[in-house]
């Protein structure tokens, strides 16, 4: 069914793009300028996201204390705090500032997405490519493999394969990897296979130039703009899988992340306490960065299919 | 043959290409765990007996093309080993919490379809209007929404501030269902479901209305909406009978992923209201290292899965029969 849904868009919806490599990519860059002049939803996420890296740089000189530091005040733990003038969003059940928590929290967050964002848009456009160039045997082995993946459950697999391999960041990032890039390899190759017979890559063949740099210097650029598509997307899952994980308590033991204070706050008791000031805070961070991811897109995809923009 | 035959058999090869391989996967991320192998099928506390039958039934004394013959054999036939905590068959424990992952993906799922489909609709209707706008940014917001941060406000609200519903669990300590029709039935059994059930309806409502809302928008533009308009049938008519239908059928697409996303996302929501059901149970394997019932839940999730995918192709091939054709073209 996936074929028919790809076929179908194949038919439907012709991307525009343009012709010579350095167009194309001025075209993948430039049109991010171009995007946010015109869509406000990517400009508010484009705002989102300077805000966040913005606290992921600078984020332990701005904390107003140690994340993982008990508050005492003469020697009494100042667990519990609603919010208050020292404690903007008061302290957690064993004292722990929750607005310093939250923004140590920016930093994993985007490492998270954007090192598996990277991963998902390489792997996925380069099998892609290959999967749509050469077609034949090779397309047929690398779409089964996507068929296997997406078959395998996403989150139960993250888990697993963290659980074995050890709670770190990276872990997580590289099961997700191993995962997320079936979407995009799916979407690229479609579009590959389109690209494949236009005159100037045509051209290219005829006058001698071998299969990979066919792919790489004269196809490659023409798809871009749609890896920047599917890698913006990316971040977004990213965030969100690597919240889930630490939630479930599978997450970076050193590391406070969204994900972590959630499942700190909620194993806790934060919630029968009515604790809102603890977990509304960081759950609504990871909205706003998954949020960014999805409105960037969308710009994105109105650069590539200008139909849509009617709507 | 016929086409539908030859597609049938097609796509059943694939589904079983897709379990194997699964299968295989599983095998080797257990095999591959640093240590002995037989770790992961023997816990030090089982009796010498116990763990002389495991190691014969699972050949862990044997070289490793044996051991995955036999794993295969094993999977085949349900045998997923024995449990280190519960001490019973994996299989049995994975059946008894089978249907409360069933019944809270099913409704959810129906819900959030239903719902979808019908704000969808309605958006692509008043295109461009204040209400259209509002949709978008709500729908986009509740797809950004972590499931276990929506579950902890219906939570933290609706089950402790207003103690309206049960913070845990699928029924009140103590109940015994005759039969499903009994306990799909009771109030309790609702009071229970409602927080869960709606927490995964929320996340997965946002793809099928953004989904029938451009599909509506699409077919808005096509000659046959224009000619319905044009014979003069009431504006609702034309959205119905015409619109609507026909921009239903990309949606049973979406079925599938929302399937995955739904198994997926029931691994956090069941965690979040401790609902009894296979995804809670792979998270606690997981956690208290019982290898034998992680392999079991996950190798169950994943046949939830493709079955499922496997099922809405099917039907999608009825529903849609230049898909069953074109496929043969192709090949």
């Known amino acids: 069914m996936l074929d028919a849904a790809s076929a179908r868009s194949e038919l439907t919806i012709e991307p525009v793009v343009p012709v010579g490599r350095r167009q194309a990519i001025a075209t993948s860059l430039g049109g991010t300028v171009g995007i946010l002049r015109r869509d406000r939803f990517a400009l508010v996420g484009v705002v989102i996201y300077i805000l966040f890296i913005f606290m992921a740089i600078f984020g332990p000189a701005l904390a107003p204390h140690d994340p993982q530091m008990v508050m005492e005040d003469d020697g009494i733990w100042l667990t519990n705090q609603p919010p208050s003038a020292q404690f903007p969003l008061g302290t957690t059940n064993v004292g722990r500032d929750i607005l310093s928590q939250l923004i140590h929290g920016a930093r994993p967050a985007l490492m998270v997405g954007l090192s598996a964002a990277f991963m998902v848009a390489v792997v996925g456009t380069v099998v892609g490519l290959i999967s749509g160039y050469f ?57 590959v296979l389109t690209v494949r017979e236009r005159a100037f890559v045509q051209a290219a063949k005829i006058s001698g130039a071998s299969d990979w740099r066919t792919i790489f210097l004269y196809i490659a650029p023409n798809i871009l703009s749609l890896s920047f598509l599917y890698g913006t997307l990316a971040i977004g899952w990213a965030i969100l899988t690597e919240a889930s994980v630490s939630f479930l308590g599978f997450g970076d033991p050193a590391v406070v992340s969204w994900g972590f204070m959630l499942q700190d706050a909620y194993v806790s008791q934060a919630l029968a306490r009515g604790a809102y000031y603890w977990f509304v805070p960081p759950g609504i961070c990871i909205m706003l960065a998954v949020m960014a991811g999805f409105f960037i897109g969308r710009g994105y995809e109105e650069l590539l299919f200008p139909r849509l923009r009617e709507r | 043959m016929p086409p539908r035959a030859v597609y049938f058999i097609r796509r059943l090869g694939q589904m079983i290409l897709v379990l194997w391989a699964i299968a295989t996967i599983l095998f080797l991320i257990f095999r591959l765990m640093p240590g002995n192998p037989l770790v992961a099928f023997i816990d030090p506390t089982f009796t010498a007996e116990q763990a002389e039958a ?12 044996v051991q995955y013959g036999l794993y295969l054999k094993n999977i085949v036939t349900g045998n997923f080993g024995t449990s280190f905590f519960q001490k019973e ?36 209707w008043r295109r461009g209007g204040k209400l259209e706008g509002a949709g978008i940014v709500f729908a986009l917001m509740t797809r950004s929404a972590p499931e276990f941060f929506v579950g902890m406000l219906a939570l933290a609200f609706f089950s402790f501030n207003l103690g309206w519903f049960p913070s845990s669990g699928v029924a009140s300590p103590g109940t015994i269902y005759d039969s499903v029709f009994q306990q799909l039935t009771s109030a309790d059994f609702w009071r229970h479901l409602a927080l869960p059930a709606l927490t995964l309806a929320i996340y997965l409502q946002g793809l099928p209305l953004l989904l029938m809302r451009s599909n509506m928008l699409e077919v808005l533009d096509e000659d046959f909406v224009t000619m319905a308009r044009m014979t003069g049938l009431p504006e609702w008519r034309v959205m119905l009978s015409h619109a609507a239908r026909n921009a239903l059928l990309p949606i049973v697409t979406a079925l599938t992923l929302g399937i995955g996303y739904a198994i997926g996302g029931n691994v956090i929501v069941e965690t979040v209201f401790s609902w009894p059901g296979l995804g809670r149970v792979l998270v606690r394997a997981v956690q208290s290292h019982d290898y034998p019932l992680a392999q079991g839940a996950f190798f169950l999730i994943a046949v939830v899965i493709v079955g499922l995918n496997f099922m809405a192709d099917i039907i999608y091939s009825v529903l849609d029969p230049r898909v069953s054709t074109a496929r043969q073209e192709v090949a």
């Open chain 2, 89 to 124: 068959p994996v299989l049995g424990i994975l059946l008894e919490v089978f249907p409360n992952t069933i019944l809270l993906t099913g409704i959810s799922l129906t819900a959030a379809y239903v719902f979808g489909v019908i704000a969808g609709s309605v958006l692509a």
């Open chain 1, 135 to 191: 077609g034949g045997r090779t397309d047929a082995i690398l779409m089964r493999l996507t068929d296997i993946g997406f078959g395998i459950p996403f989150l139960p697999f993250v888990i697993v394969l963290v659980a074995f391999l050890g709670p770190s960041i990276w872990n997580i990032v590289l099961a997700m990897g191993i995962l997320l890039w079936c979407d995009t390899a799916r979407i690229i190759r479609s579009q």
């Open chain 2, 54 to 65: 495991i190691s014969r039934q699972f050949g862990l004394d044997q070289p490793l093309p």
